[in-house]
């Protein structure tokens, strides 16, 4: 048949997974500048919190302290992996397409108006309500719905990937054959599917009680972030992250021409995928109770048995093999690196901050922690875009521009997170609104001096993530073709052709 | 052995279920109610919770057709044509580009906005989820009626261009109506004389400026004329805002005298 339909009626008609990936990773870019500029904003006003510099009120503060997590996981770091997994996963498993693939154009268009009306929400003062309820009630109800609409675009595109694994490998390609990225993804995917409907129904709940009548109040509209916080937090957010380490495993595979053993890191994946279902910690109902408590020290040493695991896999076969190293590689390997430096850093301070006698529960501590986390998570994406960025965009990469971006990104999440572990110490809180500084802090020079380096961390994200979008643009405006399999890699996808779709 | 259309219509009917129940207790249905189909006290919203149950009430039926006749697979093709497997025709898995993802995502999210900002928003989110469901199921069935897809694109054509072209027609003309009824009642008597004629001359001198050049992309066309239509439905809305002009009526209140009807406008 002849193709006689326009740029727009391709734009939105699109089924072809490539074309999806792309608009997943570019809306998700756009979602993480959100999210950074609001973690800016939030740092900034830390600095000096006797008084107010950019917020009049605490629940101002605590409006964008909200937007920027709840953005950072639904809007940025959660598509961009669907985005890299939309792409390669069926190549990497020898399928001609996603199995359901106008199932993963519905589920990108529905997470998309999702993440507006979740951003619409937000600056309409609404978002997940306000400690002294001054939020636009209307609003919460919108920001609500929103979230509802982006897990189930996450969750239709995750099936759709899922499904692709499970039933359209190529004949001869069995699940423990498949490589490193498509197993993590299988495991992430197969663990946000068990929670993310938690998180719907925490969802439901709240509004069903902030819309509904007095007969089915189950009196959650005034406390929603502690309804939906789990998600937002640990463990939970190891999962979001979790592809991050089949990205690290296939590039530093290839970097060192030294595969690391199948059975070993898919096992250490999958009992990370395990220790890091969040679902259950749920503060709403469970914090301040021991065996709360007690489960959750557990669960918070079991994650670093996993973590000590991918240690071993990727770094013992390599120190002997050191002089294998292919230079060619240096970007996608060093941002590969970098990024699981940032997730073990993240899983040790999960790890400190919940010993009990430190007190740091509550502390910014956190805030380090899910910062170095999802940080460690995006850091991945880029190390991927470094690494198949040409399959993505079918044009040539400029890896210097990449490294320059993933590095200013690294130092920004290094400096934020080692400013806010230590400011933790001093008993500054995770949320720390403007009425609450004084009650919060000792308010020492060293609080304000640590609240400035976090702001500088913050401002070098912000930079990273704009340098990132602006170097995707140019890459997509380049007119310079790709050269086909720059890394001598042997994985699938670098040696199967998607097919052409018939529109 | 439960089929794949088994579980499809069961999963649209457990969805709708849900929603219907969720419907319910957010418009003010009781404990139990939404629960017993309101034997049990009140079901809220009547209209949201009766469409939403008779969804679910549809799906069930289909699954148990789906169920019944195998999903009209190949052997149950061959046992109801009474003839040889080897002579059902092929049929070939074929997806390729489809607007329909795009409007399900619509409707549904406008359905969702709906939940929050108004009833009328909502139904309008279910009528295009209703549509395009009705569409996808079709594209979906023409593009494995056959193996040759001109074949299955004209199966389409023809089963669906003679339902959509009417139906499509007069849901635009009646848009396009209400919104300029909208904009005339708005404007001033004179006003509206103006906006008529310039409105008219506009769409006549368009016209011709399209009949003179028949190479013209389609592309531009599709342009101009979304962008009139958008206007035209952009103004009526914001006119209907603002509301009518002012009616004084010939002789006071209505029922006052015999000539109630006669009205003069300003």
Known sequence: MKNESTVVERIVTTTESVTLSRYWMVSALIGLLFSSVAGLLVSLERIDLSSASIFSTADDVFQFWTAHRVALVLIAVLPLMIGLATA???????????????????????????????????LANGGVGTPDATSETQSVALTLVGVLLTIIGICGASTSVLTTIVAGRAPGISLLNIPAFSWSVLVAGTMWLA????????????????????????????????????????????????????????????????????????????????????????????????VFEEAFSIIQAFIAIPAVLLVVAFISPKIKDLKGFDKQTTTPAVLATLSIVLLLHGVVVGAVHVIGPLELSTRSTVSAQIVLTLGAGVLACMAAFSWWGELLIGKSISQRKILISGLTFHFGVGIFAVADFLVGFTGQNDFTGVSEFAAGTDGSSWVETLNIISFIGSLLILLGVIAAIATTVQHVLSKTPATGNPWGADTLEWKSKEKEEVA | MLTTGFKLWFGLLVAAFTAAVFVGYTTGGT???????????????????????MAATTSGLLAILSQS???????????????????????????????????????????????????FVFGTGLIILLVT???????????????????????????????????????????????????????SVLGAVWIATVVGTIIFLTAYFISKRPSIPRGVV?????????????????????????????????????????????
């Open chain 2, 133 to 187: 469901a009705i569409e996808w199921t079709m594209t979906n069935w023409s593009e494995r009626a056959t193996g040759d897809p001109e074949k299955n694109h004209e199966l389409k054509e023809g089963l669906l261009r003679p339902i959509e072209i009417p139906v499509l027609g007069l849901v635009g003309m009646g848009v396009l109506v209400v919104a300029v009824s909208r904009i005339l009642l708005a404007a």
């Open chain 1, 195 to 290: 929670t993310l409907p938690v998180l719907v129904a925490n969802t439901v709940l709240v509004y069903v009680d902030m819309r509904g009548r007095a007969p089915v109040n189950f009196g959650s509209e005034a406390v929603v972030w502690e309804q939906l916080s789990w998600a937002f937090t640990h463990p939970q957010i190891y999962l979001w992250v979790l592809p991050l380490l089949g990205i690290v495993a296939e590039i530093i595979s290839a970097a060192f021409k030294n595969k690391i053993s199948n059975p070993f890191l898919f096992t250490a994946i999958g009992l990370t995928g395990a220790a890091g279902f969040g679902a259950y910690a749920q503060t709403y109902f469970d914090i301040g109770t021991p």
């Open chain 2, 69 to 119: 006749f195998r999903d009209a697979d190949a052997e149950a093709a061959a046992e109801i044509l009474e003839v040889d497997i080897d002579e059902v025709p092929e049929a070939q898995i074929f997806t390729g580009s489809s607007p329909w993802p795009l409007f399900t995502a619509l409707g549904v999210v406008t359905m969702a906005v709906g939940l929050v900002a108004h009833p």
């Open chain 2, 31 to 53: 404990e139990t109610g939404p629960l017993t189909l309101g034997w049990k006290g009140a079901v809220g919203n009547h209209i949201a919770y009766g469409i939403l149950m």
């Open chain 2, 222 to 266: 599709q342009g101009i004329l979304a962008v009139g239509v958008l206007a035209v439905i952009v103004s009526g809305i914001f006119a209907a805002i603002n509301g009518e002009r002012d009616f004084h009526h010939v002789g006071g209140e209505h029922g006052e005298h015999g000539d109630s009807d006669m009205e003069e406008d300003h």
């Open chain 1, 88 to 122: 390669i996963v069926p190549r990497q498993v020898g399928s001609s397409r996603l199995v359901f693939p106008r199932m993963s154009a519905f589920s990108f268009w529905v997470w998309l108006f999702g993440a507006l009306i979740i951003i619409i929400g937000f």
